[in-house]
């Protein structure tokens, strides 16, 4: 038996891929095929546009995949979203679909679009929104630039944003949010009531999970006097317990823990004023608490 998985081609791909290296997964691609070849013989993997993820999940081509629950949105695929994946972000904002036109014009309202025309990638996404605000709109499909289109082709747009930066350099404001999206792990729901799919689908996340919560900390060690281990421990985050070893010397001790690695920075110095030797920082691949 295999597990059929969708990897997202284009943006993403290369994001994914080093994430699956972190954890445990090497994938190799060909520009000649939509098949990668996985160092794991029970899974298959397929080359799918993220855009197109969900609904092939949904009809079972797939058993799982990784896209946007934007897309999932788009497409009102009926999938089970089991986990967010936080990766291939510039930064920790939300990536939004918002809605926006031109600053300072005559749209500063959802209810200014009365009449008036949209231009989106996210049609079905628009069209609901729309539809919830009880605005009567047209939406035009975007076949890309969608930001130069307000306001000669478009009256406003509903746009992906992390920062508003491409935006604002249109001279284009923010109106309203309309969906907050990340990128998800999605599988077909007959799929995963099978058990032995159900069962390598969430060890399959949980190696995820761990390879994204590694990057986020690093392994720490040092060597300390026994008389100083209390004073050195007390230095440490409190809810951190470490791994305490004799070395050969016996007077002296090896502490091993696992650090958040922004806490690294400040705590060197404050070790090395208690006689702390031998400090080590290093990158974890995986972290699984």
């Not at 994204?212 to 209390?230: D, I, S």
Request: charged share 25%; proline share 3%; net charge negative.
């Amino acid at each position: 038996m295999k597990l059929r998985l969708g990897i997202p081609k284009g943006s993403l791909q290369d994001a994914t891929i080093d994430l699956f290296k972190n954890a445990g997964y090497k994938i190799r691609t060909s520009s000649r095929s939509y098949f990668p070849t996985i160092n794991d013989p029970e899974i298959e993997c397929m080359l799918i546009r993220a855009q197109e993820m969900a609904r092939y999940v949904e009809s079972g081509v797939l058993d799982a995949g990784i896209t946007g629950h934007d897309w999932v949105e788009e497409n009102n695929a009926k999938v089970l979203e089991l986990t967010e994946l936080q990766y291939a972000k510039a930064t920790l904002n939300k990536v939004r679909w918002v809605l926006a036109a031109k600053k300072g014009g005559p749209i500063s309202s959802v209810k200014d679009l009365e009449g008036k025309t949209v231009a989106t990638e996210v049609v079905n996404l628009a069209t609901r929104y729309l539809q919830n605000k009880g605005v009567q709109a047209k939406v035009e499909y975007s076949y890309g630039a969608t930001e130069v289109k307000v306001p000669h082709l478009a009256d406003a747009i509903i746009e992906i944003t992390e920062t508003g930066s491409s935006l604002r350099a249109n001279n284009l404001e923010i109106i309203d949010t309309v969906l907050e999206t990340s990128t998800v792990f999605i599988a077909n729901q007959q799929s995963y009531e099978d058990s032995w799919k159900k069962n390598k689908v969430d060890r399959l996340i949980m190696l995820l999970q761990g390879a994204l919560e590694a990057r986020t900390r690093v392994g720490f060690m040092f060597n300390v006097k026994r008389q100083q281990l209390e004073e050195a421990i007390a230095a440490l985050p409190a809810e951190k317990v470490p791994t305490i070893s004799p070395l050969v010397d016996e007077e002296w001790l090896d502490v091993f823990v696992v650090l958040r690695q922004a806490v690294v920075r400040d705590l060197i110095p404050e070790l090395k004023a208690i006689g702390v030797k031998g400090m080590v920082e290093f990158p974890l691949s995986k972290f699984i608490d």
